[in-house]
């Protein structure tokens, strides 16, 4: 068990951005789904110690979550203000020398930085920021890396490479992806979906196994079947939902015949 978050609270004055949410992840790879305004963000930041929650614990790797050393987990935010002049292989060895295991050299090649090393942050591409500030978590082999939207201005050619990393560091990096876009369902090890600061569902990876999507119910009614740019649609026009349901393989093809 990587992670295991018992009766978490979080309020803002009286919006309750997690209420009394309780789930875990397996180590490996695993996702913390949700539409906008579930949650996600609250958790993160609750997690990076920026906010504390109201009640409720977070263990990561059996410890509580304050008590892990510092180089033992680390973070890619999506919105991060970056000195615009730092040139980017300074920066991955000034962390890796930092966290005392300089493994820059790997991570500019794994992640296809090599040719943009000597640049400066401002110098890149959108893209290639996003990028650099995901590879930036995994120089000096923290033991967890959390990852917010770490697929956000990437091309789809970038994503799938990217994913394959992920998928090559998790042997020895635990990775926790935040997002409202999901890939790879049958590649990650564990699953939590939030919707309105409550968990709807978590599962393991043999349970998701015969999963090939989600199907969202609406209260009115609506049907959406794998697509989260049609359920964020849908909420930020107000409609609220139902359901949230793992689709098997099999209900899956039964249904579009
Ligand atoms: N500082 C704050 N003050 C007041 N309300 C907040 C604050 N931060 C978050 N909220 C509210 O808490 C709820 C959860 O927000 P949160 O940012 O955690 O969701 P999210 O899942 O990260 O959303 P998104 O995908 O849009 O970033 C939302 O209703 C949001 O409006």
New binding site residues.
Partial sequence: MLLECSNLSKS??K????DNVSFTLEKGLSYIL????????????IVSNI?PPDSGEIKILKKHYLNLKPNDISFSY?KTVFPSSVRIIDYLRTIGEFRGNDNTDEILSLFDLEGVKTKKFRELSQGYKRRFLVASAFVGFPKVVFLD?PFSNIDIIAKKKMMETFLELKKKINIII?S?VFTSIDKVDSIVV?H??KVIKNLMKKELKNISGFRVVFEDGTVVINNIGEINRLISQGKRILSIEPLSLEKWLAEQF
Wanted: net charge positive; aromatic share 8%.
């Fill in positions: 803002y004055g919006i309750k951005a997690l949700g539409p906008n305004g579930s949650g996600k963000t609250t958790f993160i930041k906010v999506e939207e935040v409202h939030l309105n600061g």
